[in-house]
């Protein structure tokens, strides 16, 4: 039986999407990285740089006021724009560690990553957490060697490294001509090509790019010529040819060469996201049966954002539509309730633009506004029930109790932590003791907690105060958990807004003594969150 009309419309335009995430350590130039791949795609005319010159706009995508003054990114941006037939589904994420509870949600959004490496740092412990990430989704990376327009390591040594502390082994793309810090240009490793490139002033706009014949350039370059040869030549005899089946399967990367900052290499990196990262794919559910991509609408909830623009004042879930095509309208069913959720206000959201949403297709992002019911980690659909699998919470390794710092915001204060609570920026623990005047809030790192003190101040008018407590290490209990902490020393159960009791220790050798003190109660660990070196 043929498919119908609409159905092979949502299998063509699902083949054209790749939506993907740029993963990397803090100041390896994620966001900076986000807006070239922007200005190249002419999608913006000029772009900002985190840390650039006087005068230059922070990125678009970085709209908090925190996030420009200390030049981190905190929120996660969704860029979408038509590039070379596809269209791409680009989502930038949090590099710091302290909010990988935030990047684990933007992995469970896409199809493909963008391993951003710094040249002179190669892997750093960040980048190795959320590579994690993407092997255990299973999800294929890229891997951009960035900053070779500043002194760094030697690029068999990054590729060496690569393959011995993640067991990704490298395919070049693209290969530079020059160490780091002297690049004259970028090799393309299968056919010989040379590219050159004129930087702009300041990097604000694209770099001019340039074919140079290879006589050429080996003319005017004959000492970096040979080196690049001579290393292209040993990729070859140790078999680091591209190799499709192993890229999906996540046991090879391609690796580029470039300078985001320079806008050098971010063209070719858009061409090799179009030609070789995976389209959507049908997803399973929780019950581990694909829905299809041309089933009935469905889509998994993966961020929940408030104060988004101070204009507006609204709440938008960003939904990641797996099936169906979505229709600005349609009414949903909401998979954790039942109930009905209707989207009228459907937009696409980068910084703080917003553009109307009129149709979506598996593997985009939809933002929906006024999303007061929804949480990361829901489902919504029409006609068939599905449930995605929940996104896991981050084992939290710091707490304080929060308290407002005017008694007459107690309202204000209230409503304030209920809402950063669903948006999923903190988890918010409550015990009898201590009453909701004064919830626990539980971080990853602390930096989520000035996050919330500045969101409580700006947006609700409720400034905080915050006792940090001693503890270090939750575990997942029950009842009997509660009952038997309740007379020990230097640890306690708290309930997290979901209901699920977390017992909190010191530290860890104080947890191991209540496991052994009281073998029969459940102490499960939560997904890690942190990384160490």
Same mark, same amino acid.
């Given at each position: ?37 922007? %200005? ?14 006087? #005068? ?14 200390? #030049? ?5 941006? !969704?860029?979408?724009? +038509? ?13 710091? #560690?302290?909010?990988? *509870? ?33 092997? @255990? ?11 070779? +327009? ?17 067991? %990704? ?7 530079? %001509?020059? !160490? ?7 090799? *393309? ?13 300041? #990097? ?7 074919? !140079? ?71 399973? +559910? ?5 829905? =299809? ?72 992002? !939809? ?74 809030? =539980? ?34 209990? +029950? ?6 902490? @309740? ?47």
């Amino acid at each position: 039986m043929s498919e119908s009309p609409s159905s092979d419309r949502i299998v063509d335009e699902a083949r054209r999407r790749r939506s993907f995430a740029v993963i990397s350590h803090p100041d390896a130039g994620k966001s900076t990285l986000t807006e070239a791949l922007a %200005l190249h795609a002419q999608v913006i005319d000029s772009a900002g740089a985190v840390h650039g010159k006087s #005068g230059r706009k922070g990125v678009t995508s970085d709209w908090m006021e925190m996030e420009r003054a200390r #030049g981190i990114s905190v929120s996660s941006a !969704v860029l979408q724009f +038509d590039y070379a037939g596809a269209v791409i589904n680009l989502l930038d994420t949090p590099g710091h #560690g302290d909010f990988s *509870e935030d990047t684990y949600r933007v992995l469970a959004a896409v199809d493909a990553a963008v391993m951003l490496l710094d040249a002179a740092k190669g892997l750093e412990p960040q980048t190795l957490k959320l590579f994690d990430v993407c092997r @255990s989704r299973h999800i294929p990376v890229i891997t951009f060697v960035n900053k070779w +327009d500043r002194p760094g390591r030697e690029a068999l040594e990054l590729l060496d490294e690569v393959e011995q502390r993640i067991g %990704l082994r490298p395919m070049p793309v693209t290969w530079p %001509l020059g !160490v780091a810090g002297e690049l004259r240009g970028l090799i *393309e490793v299968s056919t010989g090509e040379f590219t050159r490139f004129t930087r702009a002033a300041g #990097g604000a706009t694209r770099a001019s790019a340039e074919a !140079v014949a290879a006589d050429v350039i080996a003319a005017e370059e004959p000492e970096f010529w040979a080196t690049a040869q001579d290393e292209i030549a040993l990729l070859a005899e140790i078999g680091a040819e591209f190799d499709e089946k192993d890229f999906l399967s996540g046991k090879a990367t391609p690796v580029l060469f470039g300078a985001a900052l320079s806008n050098i290499g971010v063209a070719r990196l858009l061409d090799a996201l179009v030609a070789l990262a995976p389209p959507p794919a049908e997803r399973e +559910d929780a019950e581990g049966r694909p829905r =299809a991509i041309d089933a009935p609408l469905s889509g998994l909830v993966f961020k929940v954002q408030a104060g988004m623009d101070k204009a507006h004042r609204d709440r938008m879930a960003f939904l990641r539509i797996n099936s169906g095509r979505f229709e600005r309208g349609m009414v949903l069913t909401h998979g954790a309730t039942g109930k009905p959720f209707a989207t009228k206000y459907a937009q696409s959201v980068f910084g703080n633009q917003r553009t109307t949403v009129e149709e979506a297709f598996p593997g985009d992002i !939809v933002g929906l506004v006024n999303a007061n019911a929804l949480r990361p980690g829901d489902t919504l659909y029409a006609e068939d029930p599905v449930t995605f699998p929940a996104i896991p919470s981050f084992a939290p390794e710091h707490f304080a109790v929060a308290r407002t710092a005017d008694a007459g915001k107690t309202k204000q204060f209230r409503r304030g932590i209920e809402q950063l609570d669903g948006e999923g920026v903190i988890q918010v623990l409550r015990s009898d003791m201590r009453g909701d005047q004064a919830p626990v809030l =539980a971080a990853v790192g602390p930096l989520q907690f000035d996050v919330v003190a500045a969101r409580m101040a700006s947006e609700f008018s409720a400034p905080i105060r915050l006792d940090v407590l001693p503890y270090q290490i939750a575990r997942v209990t +029950d009842e009997a958990g509660e009952a038997a902490l @309740s007379s020990q020393s230097e640890c306690e159960v708290l309930v997290r807004s979901d209901g699920v009791r977390l017992a909190v220790f010191s530290n860890k050798w104080r947890m191991e003594v209540v496991i052994r003190k009281f073998p029969d109660i459940p102490f499960e660990p939560l997904l890690a969150g942190t990384v160490t070196d």
